[in-house]
């Protein structure tokens, strides 16, 4: 693995951003060395094919290139503005794939608790970023697998609870109590994090 | 839905989990300013941001940075001038962070509860302009039904002058036909008064006449020319019969001074020993007068003052020994048109 990889991706400067929006080509250069194992783990994990993850990286790294003005640092950190339009990107796609007949299998049958639980170090992390990983990786383990798999599905799969309710034949209100309980538990298990300032 | 439901939704909105209804309620929920959602949103929506990071890593291929370094435009373009997308997605980026930080500056990122919060500004706004453009066409229609109240008392009033006009002209022409039949009647008077003058005048001529002998009225002929002006003179006149066939006469009666004129023409000369006769005919013939035509005489004047003349239908001149007879005897040589 090269360079991209060992950058820290939780600590993205709101300055590079800055510089990407006056076209400066090696600011844009570093935001993909920070960002792109992220979000291609990301793309992949949603729509649960390399070549497919590729082509959403690009459409979206060139959106960023474009649409970079509008990062509002107000509104959250970089990383976050970057997760949030992979997400969005990779979820379009999806049920536009959904909308043509194919379902995507791979991501979600292939157990989901399998990838968070792959909580061992990459020789290639920074050291931030991989206790980051280990950090959320052991919140979200920490759930009970069914309130982690109402997420998941919300999060990874674009599901409202209806629907997720409808896939996992569960009364609605059930699966609306999994998603409240787990994500509390993720706020309260990542708040020492967040006080620490570990996560920004 | 209740504050403590529109509560209880915001965990599974942060990890999108909410159906377009209930994302849009929390939406307007929160955009009216409830501090305690907008605290807890914040934390739900930054552990939302971080899920990924907990994900075990998988490496972009390489060739993917060359791809995207290659296919940028030379730059980037700013928001306000980045093209509209004719289909925008369903979710934007920053959505999940607009709550994170409550907005300081106009939101830069078209994230949905700030699409939501347009959508309601641009809802009041074209709510405003058409309540404004009903208002204006209200008080536009409302002028123009006000104007054309106005021009039509301006034209009423109009007419109603020129129906006055009307009728005083009317009541002047009235007042003209009355002055113009009164000025008839006063000339028609008028011209009575002086034919009544004029008889007046001859008949004191006449008298006058009688009295000295003296013709200081005028000849006959000045007599004939005043009782031709006379409208009421009975006139006959008077055609030559086969004895004097170029023969012709023109006879006058003046009943106020009951006078008879007799103007021939042309009548042969009388034969010695005769006379010529004019006979009035009723019911029988009464001699009027007689009078002479001598040689080279071609026209000639009987004035004769008789009582009763009116009543004849017939007249005739005829040719009778001198000094006349009482009935006719000779041929007669004028007669007149019956």
């Known amino acids: 693995m090269d360079k991209p990889s060992r950058h820290a991706t939780s600590m993205i400067d709101p300055t590079l951003l800055a510089l990407v929006v006056k076209g400066d080509q090696q600011a844009f250069s570093q935001l993909y060395d920070h960002s792109s194992t992220l979000l291609f783990t990301l793309a992949v994990r949603i729509l ?12 979206v790294y060139l959106e960023v290139w474009r649409k ?14 970057l997760v949030t339009l992979t997400k969005s990107r990779a979820i379009d796609r999806l049920r536009a794939r959904a909308a043509r007949g194919y379902r995507a299998t791979s991501a979600l049958e292939a157990g989901t608790a399998a990838q968070f639980a792959d909580l061992g170090p990459s020789p290639f992390e920074t050291q931030a970023d991989q206790e980051l990983r280990i950090a959320i990786g052991a919140a979200v383990a920490g759930l009970p697998q069914a309130q982690q798999q109402a997420i998941e599905l919300a999060y990874y799969e674009g599901l409202s609870h209806a629907e997720i309710a409808t896939r996992l034949n569960q009364p609605l209100g059930t699966v609306k109590t999994r998603i409240k309980l787990g994500m509390s538990k993720l706020r309260d298990g990542l708040q020492q994090c967040w006080n620490h300032g570990e996560l920004q | 839905m209740t504050h403590e439901e529109i509560e209880e939704s915001v965990p599974l909105y942060a990890a999108g989990a909410l159906d ?33 990071l907990g994900l075990g890593p998988t490496s972009p291929p390489r060739a993917l940075k060359a791809t995207i ?17 004719p289909a925008r997605p369903s979710l934007e980026p920053g959505e999940w962070m607009n709550h994170l930080f409550p907005p300081v500056a106009p939101a830069r990122s078209w994230s949905l509860p700030w699409a ?12 405003g302009y058409l309540a404004w453009h009903f208002a204006t066409q209200r008080s536009v229609d409302t002028s123009n ?6 021009s039509l008392q301006d034209k009423s009033s109009k007419l109603a002058d020129v129906h006055r006009e009307v ?27 002086l034919a009544q003058r004029e008889a007046e005048l001859e008949e004191t001529r006449v008298q006058l006449s009688q009295r000295g002998g003296a013709r200081t009225a005028g000849t006959p002929q000045d007599e004939l020319a005043t009782l031709l002006r006379i409208p009421n003179v009975k006139a006959v006149s008077l055609t030559g019969s086969d004895m004097a066939k170029r023969a012709a006469g023109f006879l006058l009666y003046d009943s106020r001074t009951q006078k008879v004129w007799l103007y021939s023409v042309n009548l042969p000369e009388c034969p010695a020993g005769t006379t010529y006769q004019l006979w009035a005919i009723h019911d029988k013939p009464m001699s009027i007068g007689t009078f002479h035509m001598d040689r080279g005489e071609t026209a ?10 009116t009543d004849a239908k017939t007249y005739a001149v005829s040719l009778e020994p001198s000094g006349g007879r009482p009935q006719p005897t000779g041929p007669m040589y004028l007669l007149s048109r019956s």
């Open chain 2, 300 to 309: 000639h004047l009987l004035v004769m003052k008789v009582p009763s003349f």
């Open chain 1, 48 to 59: 649960g094919n390399h070549e497919e993850a590729a082509e959403l990286l690009q459409d």
């Open chain 2, 145 to 150: 039904i006000q104007r054309l109240e106005a």
């Open chain 1, 68 to 81: 970079v003005s509008r990062y509002d640092v107000g509104r959250g950190t970089p990383v976050a503005w």
């Open chain 2, 116 to 127: 939501v919060g347009l959508a309601t500004l641009l809802i009041v706004a074209v709510g």
């Open chain 2, 20 to 52: 377009r209804t209930e994302r849009q309620t929390l939406e307007a929920h929160l955009l009216s300013g409830c501090a305690s959602c907008h605290s807890a949103l914040k934390d739900y929506q930054s552990v939302a941001a971080l899920l990924p």
């Open chain 2, 167 to 193: 009728g005083n002209q009317a009541k002047a022409l009235a007042e003209l036909r009355n002055e113009m039949q009164q000025r008839m009647n006063e000339a028609a008077e008028a011209k009575e008064q």
């Open chain 2, 69 to 85: 370094m290659a296919g940028r435009n030379p730059a980037p373009i700013p928001a306000e001038a980045a093209p509209n997308e």
